[in-house]
T-cell receptor, first 113, second 113 residues
């Protein structure tokens, strides 16, 4: 069965430090990958998506992710985080034309001053 | 901007009550989804709909039903609420292609006492 795994449930980091949130997906011929962010008491907002083409994808708020087919990974990175980046981050994949997203378990990013 | 709205942000119900959660989107999207979000489990798909009066079970449909009488509205129904249905419920909609992003509502936090 297709699945998405986020390897860290919580990531604490100091302000202005770099961060990487890890995501692995189950291999498939065709897959689209997404990162969503959920700020406290809000719905999910799209950060970035990989559909095809360049393996380095840039998103909003200075985040980027790299699609690595050989390692079936789609890790999210930011070179310098802010307090306002504190949120829960979800990696997700679509494997077919139906648009059904399969979500990872989520990673809580906590940025400390 | 796409708007997905949910009828309530917070809801408290008693065991055995019938509960309706309403979701409305304003972008003429065909596909709509209901998820529940629980800590450590990410988002899990309850039901989805590709068109008016069409519905399909997701990964955890037990104890839930849905209704889609109009294209813009997708309702989630708990026929007889139970305490294990206490959760955050998120509605989403998506355009006609699989790689379009899903747009999420703000969520309804349901507590069943």
């Amino acid at each position: 069965a297709q699945s998405v795994t986020q390897l860290d449930s919580q990531v604490p980091v100091f302000e202005e430090a770099p961060v990487e949130l890890r995501c692995n997906y189950s291999s498939s011929v065709s897959v689209y990958l997404f990162w969503y962010v959920q700020y406290p008491n809000q719905g999910l907002q799209l950060l970035l998506k990989y559909l095809s083409g360049s393996t380095l994808v840039k998103g909003i708020n200075g985040f980027e992710a790299e699609f690595n087919k050989s390692q079936t990974s789609f890790h999210l990175r930011k070179p310098s985080v802010h307090i306002s980046d504190t949120a829960e981050y979800f990696c997700a994949a679509v494997y077919n034309q139906g648009g059904k997203l399969i979500f990872g378990q989520g990673t809580e990013l906590s940025v400390k001053p | 901007d796409v708007k997905v709205t949910q009828s309530s942000r917070y809801l408290v119900k008693r065991t055995g009550e019938k509960v309706f959660l309403e979701c409305v989107q304003d972008m003429d999207h065909e596909n709509m989804f209901w998820y529940r979000q629980d800590p450590g489990l990410g988002l899990r798909l309850i039901y989805f709909s590709y068109d008016v009066k069409m519905k399909e079970k997701g990964d955890i449909p037990e104890g839930y039903s849905v209704s889609r009488e109009k294209k813009e509205r997708f309702s989630l129904i708990l026929e007889s609420a139970s305490t294990n249905q206490t959760s955050m419920y998120l509605c989403a909609s998506i355009g006609p292609t699989a790689y379009n992003e899903q747009f999420f509502g703000p969520g309804t936090r349901l507590t069943v006492l």
